[in-house]
């Protein structure tokens, strides 16, 4: 297995500062999942992130996407919902995985998804 991957860094607001990179491939600590990744979104907020807005707070270099499916090929200590294989989407609400409101907790800031691997806490995903 490849301890590389291809992901996508901006390192200041613009376009011309958008580059694909080799970055070391991820490893799931416990509780969270790899995923391979096979299709990202970018929105709206992505635009508006690499163009410097939401305040310019985001630490560079960024990795952006915050909608991403893919293959479960790993997942950390204590994953209990998911197994390797497993086919997932990332929850836009953290922590929402039903009900009729989200939890107050939950956040919609997740983004690093345009690369070929990801790992995050499985709570952030959904079968």
Do not use: C, H
């Not at 376009?15 to 299709?39: F, Q, W």
């Not at 990202?40 to 991403?68: A, F, H, Q």
């Not at 997942?75 to 294989?85: D, I, K, M, P, Q």
């Amino acid at each position: 297995m490849t301890t590389e991957m291809q992901k996508w860094e901006i390192t200041a607001p613009g376009d011309a500062n958008l580059r694909m990179v080799t970055a070391s491939k991820p490893l799931p600590k416990p509780g969270e999942i790899l995923i391979e990744v096979d299709a990202v979104s970018l929105n709206y907020r992505e635009r508006w992130i690499m163009d410097g807005g939401m305040g310019g707070s985001w630490e560079t270099p960024l990795t952006p996407g915050s909608d991403v499916a893919g293959r479960v090929v790993a997942v950390g200590e204590n994953v209990t919902r998911f197994a390797v294989g497993d086919r997932v989407i990332d929850n836009d609400m953290v922590g929402w995985l039903d009900g009729d409101a989200p939890p107050p907790d939950s956040t919609s800031f997740q983004l690093g998804r345009l690369a070929q691997y990801v790992a995050a806490p499985a709570e952030w995903f959904i079968a």
